[in-house]
């Protein structure tokens, strides 16, 4: 289970069963869903992922993933995780549109990075970000991500790898 963390108006923490609902509901609005993995998938797809978060994920102990909270509605969704298509630990997350705008991906995302600094004890930490995720580029950027390289898949379609690394104390 991840560690729970805390921002000045968000919480992350495990997701329980009962959140279910509004993880499907989450992946499913296609807002949303446009900027995760291969886009929007069907429901069923969207439960068994739920259903792996803890078969899986947490039995396991593979990677962190959280359920976004705000005064305790699930508004997001979050991850850090080890990947090989930017040979380090990646950043995921995902906001509900009720609450875009608002500030809270800056927070999110920040939380993310800071965790994995401070907890994984990671030098950098990298995003892959789809080039027309204009919103998505925008906050990183603001965030001190800066952009590597870029994943042109079969299709056309570009992906940005963006990276953040530890300030070097001098």
Do not use: C
């Not at 509004?22 to 995760?36: G, I, K, N, Y």
């Not at 630990?89 to 608002?102: D, N």
């Not at 898949?153 to 990276?163: E, K, P, S």
């Amino acid at each position: 289970m991840p560690l729970t963390l805390r921002t000045p108006r968000l919480v992350l923490d495990a997701y329980r069963p009962d959140d279910e609902e509004d993880f499907v509901a989450l992946f499913q609005d296609r807002r949303v869903s446009r900027w995760m993995g291969d886009g929007p998938g069907a429901e069923a797809e969207d439960r068994a992922l739920f259903r792996r978060i803890f078969s899986k994920v947490y039995a396991e102990d593979l990677f962190d993933v959280w359920a976004v909270r705000r005064a305790g509605l699930l508004v997001g969704h979050a991850e850090i995780k080890r990947t090989e298509e930017v040979d380090g630990h990646e950043i995921v997350y995902a906001l509900g549109p009720e609450v875009w705008g608002s500030g809270l991906g800056t927070e999110l995302a920040e939380a993310l990075v800071g965790h994995g600094f401070a907890s994984l004890g990671l030098t950098a930490v990298h995003a892959t970000v789809a080039a027309q995720n204009e919103a998505s580029l925008r906050l990183l950027g603001k965030i001190g991500f800066e952009h590597v390289r870029d994943i042109v898949d079969d299709d056309g379609a570009v992906t940005h790898v963006l990276t953040r690394r530890l300030p070097v104390r001098s």
